[in-house]
């Protein structure tokens, strides 16, 4: 059987709403395999966003554990927290957060370097990965010179940068037109596949959804595999 890398056991998690308590999630359990694909489907305001800002260490829950890699994970935030979630965790936005004042190449190296890569080690990396995606002719590109698909795939590079283990993306590809989503869909699979990652994707595309290795849905604050 292949190895567990990530195990949501149990999770709560709540909101107050004025005088109001909305319960998101009411033990919450899922665990994703080394090499596993699955989709997180479910109508908006069901808890998808805050079932991966937990998975992925930012964000707390109210009780339940967080196992990464056999792991247990502090539920508060601190230095062991922040450097599981460095060394361990990719996250991929639907909006690709890059930062605009760097080059496409830039935004790789960076995390490479606050994970304590020295900039030779993080530009040889970063190089390498922009390759991968044909994208080593777009390296000295701020985002604004980049189409809206190079910029998700520079996200999803930067979010590979530092090996994780877990890749977590939140509708990666939901800000893109159909022909689009539908190649850097296939690219993030390949990639992801070939390095034997566990992944959770958050999406509203049924079709993209069916190509991955299992579908699981939030209702009623759990998690449910959804047959279809």
């Known amino acids: 059987m292949s190895k567990c890398i990530l195990e949501l056991k149990d999770i709560q998690q709540s909101f107050s709403q004025g005088q109001e308590t909305l319960h ?16 997180l489907v479910g109508h908006s305001g069901t808890g998808k966003s805050t079932l991966l ?24 935030a601190d230095a062991k927290r922040t450097a599981l979630r460095r060394q361990t965790i990719g996250f991929v936005y639907q909006f690709h957060h890059l930062l605009p004042e760097f080059t496409a190449l830039e935004n790789i190296m960076l995390p490479q370097m606050i994970a304590g890569k020295s900039p030779q080690e993080a530009e040889e990396k970063a190089l390498k990965l922009l390759d991968t995606l ?79 290795d299992r579908i699981v849905t939030l209702r009623g604050g759990k998690v449910e595999t959804l047959k279809l």
């Open 24 to 39: 998101i999630l009411k033990g919450a359990n899922l665990k994703v395999y080394e090499g596993e694909v699955v989709a």
């Open 53 to 76: 800002h937990i998975a992925g260490l930012l964000e707390s829950p109210a009780g339940g554990d967080i196992i990464v890699l056999g792991e247990k994970a502090p539920l508060k």
């Open 134 to 212: 044909n994208l080593g002719s777009r390296k000295t590109h701020v985002p604004s010179k980049l189409s809206g698909g190079e910029q998700q795939r520079v996200a999803f590079l930067r979010a590979l940068a530092n090996n994780p283990q877990v890749l977590l993306a939140d509708e990666p590809t939901g800000n893109l037109d159909e022909e689009t989503a539908d190649h850097v869909f296939k690219e993030l699979m390949d990639v992801v596949r070939a390095s034997k990652m566990a992944a959770l994707i958050a999406t509203h595309n049924m079709d993209l959804a069916r190509r991955m």
